[in-house]
């Protein structure tokens, strides 16, 4: 199982620095645009009208906390929501 991370970003963030490079090297986590996510199969997926600038972060359930935890803590993070995937 893996959740996936809509991440909305503040206006003028270009989601630099997202997560630290520790936690990505922890977790194995992928940070993409939405058109990188269509490149690896993540189909469908597109910007709510007025959204901004938007990523997705892609982690094993049973990391899901500890990104929830930095998203929730950083500054450029306006919104976001997790998705549990299959």
Known sequence: MMTVFEVHLA???DGAGLLS???LS???AQVMTLQEAALVGFEGLQALDGS???RLIAVRAR???WIHRCLETHG????FRA???D
């Open 26 to 28: 922890e977790t194995g």
């Open 83 to 85: 998705h549990q995937v």
């Open 63 to 65: 990391d899901a906390a």
């Open 52 to 54: 901004g600038n938007v």
């Open 11 to 13: 206006e003028g963030s």
């Open 76 to 79: 450029a993070v306006s919104a």
């Open 21 to 23: 490079d520790e936690v």
